[in-house]
């Protein structure tokens, strides 16, 4: 988080909403992107790792930030999209380790 709290010059209330506001946001847009994924929507899977990877971004989450941007590029590029599925999962499973590393921060903003 060390980008986001210097961005915010350290405002503890902008950092504690900003991580409230990815804890929010985020089930809803995983939830999405599987669904999109699962029916082979590809403008909409390209939406939603665009908005995810931004997210990512925001908060510091590298690993996820990197992960939506080579979805991106799969879809952009055409390459073989039957390796989305294999990549939703394990972005799935990284946001969730992420998601619980963020609410243990929040509560040193409580």
């Known amino acids: 988080l060390d980008n986001l709290k210097a961005l915010s010059k350290h405002n503890q209330s902008f950092v504690r909403e900003i991580l409230e506001v ?24 390209r939406y939603y790792a665009h908005k995810l990877k931004s997210s990512s971004f925001t908060i510091g989450f590298t690993q ?32 969730s380790e992420c998601m619980v590393q963020v609410k243990i921060e929040l509560s040193n903003y409580i």
């Open 22 to 45: 990815y804890l929010s946001n985020t089930p809803k847009d995983l939830a999405q992107l599987t669904v999109c994924v699962e029916k082979k929507d590809w403008p909409m899977v």
């Open 64 to 95: 996820g930030h990197q992960m939506f941007q080579l979805i991106e590029k799969v879809i952009k590029n055409e390459e073989p999209v039957d390796q989305l599925p294999q990549l939703n999962e394990e972005i799935q499973k990284l946001c």
